[in-house]
């Protein structure tokens, strides 16, 4: 179990370190709107920054969306977990996991195909500047993966709380 707990400890660190990645972009796209509303108003337009920053906006919400599992952000409905007893509700936690680990490990093999045959094509965006766009789509790949591998970290910390409670209550 020590071995376990290092790994979802692991995990955690890895997903905030890819969070400061997403808070980097987004700092980026807010000086490159800033440097093209002033580059406009004195009459030099940035040709292409709504397209680069579609694609930094990209890049920021996919590497951000493992932090959002992490911290428990993610919309959820809850009246009927509200009633349940303490143990119930961490089973009925633990199981809630593996829904999304199938559709999230569906969606991480697809986002990487999509994502290589992008860079392997060299797409690029149709209007000029004709930035690439395979970036955004690895970002969108790596993005799921982190998530896919948080929600296996999620479901190892309930089964985790559960064997500690059951080994609580035997001992």
């Known amino acids: 179990m020590a071995l376990l707990n290092r790994l979802i400890r692991h995990m955690d660190s890895m997903t905030r370190s890819i969070n400061a990645l997403s808070m980097i972009t987004i700092i980026l796209l807010m000086t490159l709107m800033i440097v093209g509303i002033i ?7 940035f040709s292409g920054v709504t397209n680069l920053s579609e694609s930094l906006l990209v890049v920021a919400i996919y590497l951000s969306i493992a932090y959002t599992q992490q911290t ?48 392997k094509l060299r797409e690029k965006m ?44 035997h001992g």
């Open 72 to 119: 428990k952000q993610h919309v959820a409905v809850e009246f009927l977990v509200g009633s349940l007893n303490e143990k119930n509700r961490k089973i009925l936690s633990a199981i809630n996991v593996i829904i999304p680990i199938v559709i999230c490990s569906i969606i991480v093999f697809a986002s990487w195909d999509y994502a290589i045959d992008s860079w």
């Open 39 to 45: 580059a406009r108003i004195i009459g030099i337009p």
């Open 126 to 169: 149709d209007g000029a500047p004709f930035y690439p766009i395979y970036p955004p789509k690895i970002a969108i790949a790596v993005g799921v993966s982190f998530l896919w591998l948080q929600l296996i970290a999620d479901f190892f910390r309930g089964v985790l709380a559960l064997l500690m409670k059951s080994e609580e209550s």
